[in-house]
């Protein structure tokens, strides 16, 4: 599938990223593919439709633009094939529907990005799916939770909300061992920062929502699959009848063309803030793997590449109220759902009621930050702004 590889020659992410899905095929002499509105495509004769003769058949089978984004995640992800879907979250259900039916167990890690336990607590169970949760903690020990009926694990990392990491060539080891399947949510990392396929997934899921699209403009999820997994997912991709508009999908595109580099910039930038927030009295803990003493510091330093913009921030001793305050406060800061755009954000998390395996007893208020592109500098003024008002109520 892939048409842009120079064979032979080792390429690097950053290359990768420019040079995947470009095949002459797909973008004749241009730069980039064209926008295909399509629903028909049209046959030379009734013979050449029955006999599918040709590369495309109709709209929601693909276009060019579609295969463009298709083949230049796969590439990254290192897959045997990749599917577009109309959300990050319509992404992780596609995934789950491929390798689920009724009387299997699924296995899902407590610190999961909260609507994926609604769809699995909400559709899973009443189609006759058993969920289980477990602790991000757990490595080769998460073993004790399989039984017979175990068909997958969920996995993701750092986690929504709290960033745990996660083991993950650990957990693949005892999920193969025992006939089940892997599937990994790397929105946080992108392909560029970790790629889960080789580290025991076989199954990737990105929200290209986030870093992908890159400017809060486009809703697009992405599922990569290894050999194992991949038919299978090809034909739940079809049989539920998915497609994105090919605008959604060339801003996607357009967005990834630049990951290398705004994601390190956005990195960057995070830890210079998170260093300074975690220096500040009113900060009991900055919840982000890259930092020497997270958690989780010594697998992300193992398996990752790269880091991103998101972390959270536990005040000390901090209620609700004094965090809206500090929030609204903010003037660099948006206030909203998402993250991943060139914008900063910041927002008042509530991980307790999306627990169940593990309980989170934080020191006081959590609040999540986006560090967008502006100037770290400037993000640093605005927090201690705010952080002096709401010091001096
Ligand atoms: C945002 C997000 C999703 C869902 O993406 P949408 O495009 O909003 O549906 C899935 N996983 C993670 C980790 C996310 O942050």
Redesign the pocket.
């Known amino acids: 599938m892939s048409t842009s590889k120079d064979d032979g020659r080792p390429s690097r992410p950053a290359t990768r990223i420019v040079r995947s899905g470009r095949g002459q095929d797909l973008v004749g002499p241009f730069v980039n593919p064209p926008v295909v509105h399509a629903s028909t495509v049209l046959f030379d004769s009734v013979d050449d439709m029955e006999q599918h003769r040709g590369r495309y058949s109709y709209g929601r089978y693909g276009t060019p633009t579609s295969e463009a984004l298709e083949t230049a995640i796969s590439e990254l992800e290192d897959g045997a094939g990749a599917v577009l879907c109309p959300?990050?979250?319509s992404a992780?259900v596609t995934a789950l529907f491929s390798c689920l039916s009724a009387g299997d167990q699924l296995l899902i890690v407590d610190s999961v990005?909260g609507?994926v336990r609604r769809f699995a607590e909400t559709m899973l169970k009443p189609l006759g799916i058993d969920i289980a949760y477990y602790d991000p903690a757990l490595a080769a020990d998460v073993e004790r939770l399989f039984s017979e009926r175990t068909r997958a694990i969920y996995a993701?990392a750092p986690g929504?909300l709290t960033f745990e990491m996660q083991d993950l060539p650990a957990l693949a080891a005892v999920a193969h061992r025992r006939g089940a399947l892997v599937l990994f949510?790397n929105?946080?990392a992108t392909p560029l920062g970790f790629k889960p396929l080789a580290h025991g997934a076989d199954l990737s899921i990105i929200?290209g929502?986030?870093y992908i699209g890159g400017h809060a403009d486009v809703?697009i999820?992405t599922v990569a699959a290894n050999e194992t997994a991949w038919p299978r997912l090809k034909e739940t991709h079809r049989a539920m009848g998915l497609h994105v508009g090919p605008d959604d999908v060339y801003l996607a595109l357009r967005g990834l063309r630049t990951l290398a580099v705004r994601l390190p910039r956005h990195a960057q930038s995070a830890m210079v803030v998170a260093t300074w927030l975690a220096a500040r009295p009113e900060v009991a803990r900055v919840l982000y793997p890259p930092l020497p003493d997270d958690p989780g510091h010594l697998l992300w330093a193992r398996d990752m590449e790269g880091a991103c913009g998101l972390f959270g921030v536990v005040f000390a001793g901090w209620d609700d109220e004094r965090a809206k305050r500090f929030i609204d406060g903010l003037r660099l800061f948006g206030i909203g759902a998402?993250w991943g755009g060139f914008e900063s954000l910041a927002t008042l998390a509530h991980p307790e009621p999306s627990r169940s395996a593990t309980a989170w007893r934080p020191e006081g208020a959590l609040v999540r930050l986006h560090i967008g592109l502006e100037d770290p500098d400037d993000l640093i003024a605005d927090l201690a702004a705010s952080l002096a008002l709401v010091d001096s109520d």
């Open positions: 959300s990050g979250l992780a990005y609507p993701e929504s949510d929105t946080w929200a929502t986030k809703m999820g998402s």
